[in-house]
Every structure is written in structure tokens, then in C-alpha cells.
């Protein structure tokens, strides 16, 4: 009986203790002040890095088969896709991204199908989407050309890319 009463003396003592702390402790959180101006100190060799977090692009640009890059721009190139159609099937398509005798980027389209419907009346329909990064300066012409295996006929073919201008530096 008399260890049952130091067990129940001992644990009022810790329960009693644990509430006078959490009555004295205060539990409010820390915030941070919010707004505050911040000073970066670099030397003008090593500037900081910076970015535009709420306009990263500044033009948005969207073209079909050629692009002309206005001067004091850069174009940068962020996605590609396009569509073939031909009457035979073709084993060998490739979609080229080019700037003047520069290739930039390769596609391999994929069969899509045998059907009817589309664009064109032609049964069969290849197509690429992908992302890419390509980047062309000022006064550059960006291209996206199709090439075939020989006996490949192609009726339609269409591509189109898109991605933004930003100033040169």
C-alpha cells in the first residue's frame, strides 16, 4: 500500500510540474518580420544572379514551319509538335529545328495510325510532341523542316513550336 501511494505522489509531482511549465512557457511562434528590405553587396565582376519569378516569359511566341528572330531578342524555344500524313507508310521520318545550315534539334515522329480523319484525307499519320530548349539570336531564321525515305509522299505535314523572347544582353 505505501508503494502504491509513492507511485501516486511521484506521478502528481510530474503531472503538477508539466502543467506549471506549460502555464509558465510561452508558446506563441516566432515569425519572422515580414517585408524586409535585403541589401546584396557584390562586387560589380560578380554581380548576383537574378530572375523574373512572376514574368519569366517576357513575349510569348507560337509559330507554324519559320520564325524570324526581331533584332535585340533572343528566342527561346521551348516546345515542338507537329503532324505528317501521307498515302504509304514511311519507315524512315525526321522533323528537323534549324537556324540558317545549323541543325539545333532531331524529331523522330511515331505512327499514330491508319485512319481516315485529320487534317488530310491520308490513311496514315505520324506525330511528334516534345519538349525542347533551343535558343536563336537576334536576326536568326528558325526553321522546322521534314525529311522522308525516298517513296515516302507526305501530304500534309505541319509543325509548329512555341516559347518567348527575352531582351539580349
Do not use: W
Not at 500524313?85 to 524529331?107: K, M, P, R
Not at 536568326?140 to 525516298?150: E, L, P, R
Amino acid at each position: 500500500m505505501e508503494r502504491l501511494k509513492n507511485y501516486l505522489i511521484g506521478s502528481a509531482v510530474v503531472i503538477i510540474t508539466a502543467l506549471v511549465l506549460c502555464l509558465v512557457t510561452d508558446v506563441r511562434r516566432a515569425a519572422a518580420d515580414e517585408f524586409k528590405d535585403v541589401r546584396v553587396i557584390n562586387a560589380e565582376s560578380m554581380p548576383a544572379q537574378v530572375r523574373d519569378v512572376d514574368n519569366p516569359g517576357r513575349q510569348s511566341v507560337h509559330f507554324n514551319e519559320s520564325y524570324t528572330v526581331p533584332a535585340g531578342k533572343r528566342l527561346v524555344i521551348e516546345y515542338v509538335s507537329g503532324l505528317i500524313e501521307g498515302q504509304d507508310e514511311c519507315e524512315v521520318l525526321i522533323v528537323a529545328l534549324s537556324s540558317g545550315t545549323n541543325f539545333l534539334h532531331l524529331y523522330y515522329p511515331t505512327f499514330v495510325g491508319n485512319f481516315g480523319f485529320g487534317p488530310g484525307d491520308a490513311p496514315f499519320k505520324y506525330g511528334f510532341s516534345q519538349q525542347t530548349h533551343a535558343y536563336i539570336d537576334q536576326n536568326q531564321t528558325v526553321t522546322i523542316g521534314f525529311f522522308a525515305q525516298a517513296g515516302c509522299s507526305a501530304e500534309v505535314a505541319r509543325a509548329s513550336a512555341s516559347g518567348y523572347l527575352v531582351d539580349m544582353q
